[in-house]
């Protein structure tokens, strides 16, 4: 498997807005990265063998709102490596920025209770993602669908928790 493709499958497994279930529309979801979290997933590619992905991440929330998050990632056979993410309110229930691994920018929208995200890597995939808040505000589902070209090669399902 090609490195961005690798990329791009463990991008599913760590994103950035959470918060409590709740009927209510959340106030502050970018207030789940700030601190430390956990993502934990199984990423499965198409004609690959299924492999763990591991991140923990260290994040901030600026004055002006926006949320700065380092992420350290690990996955099955290779090492480690930094992703960084830049991610603001673009309007009610939209979020945009930036993250290292993408091509382009990142958009989050909310959708009902869960999360919807959007983002182009290189090598034409494209990855949307879906996190959705489970019940105490402390742990998100966490499933995306790669595509390339178009096609569905792969996906990724595991739970993104909050440390403190």
Known sequence: MTRPARIAICLAV?????????????????????????????????FHKAYSSRTTGQGKINPDGSLDLVQRVEEDGRSPFQRRW?????????????MSEAVGPVTAEQVGERFRFRFAMKDSIKVEQWLTPLAGGKVARNEATIRKHGFVVGHSKGTIRKLS
């Open 14 to 46: 760590s994103t950035l807005f959470v918060g409590p279930a709740t009927a209510q529309r959340l106030q502050e979801p970018l207030r789940f990265f700030e601190g430390n979290t956990v993502g934990e997933s199984t990423v499965n590619i198409l």
């Open 86 to 98: 830049h991610m603001k309110p673009s309007g009610p229930g939209r979020w945009s920025g930036t």
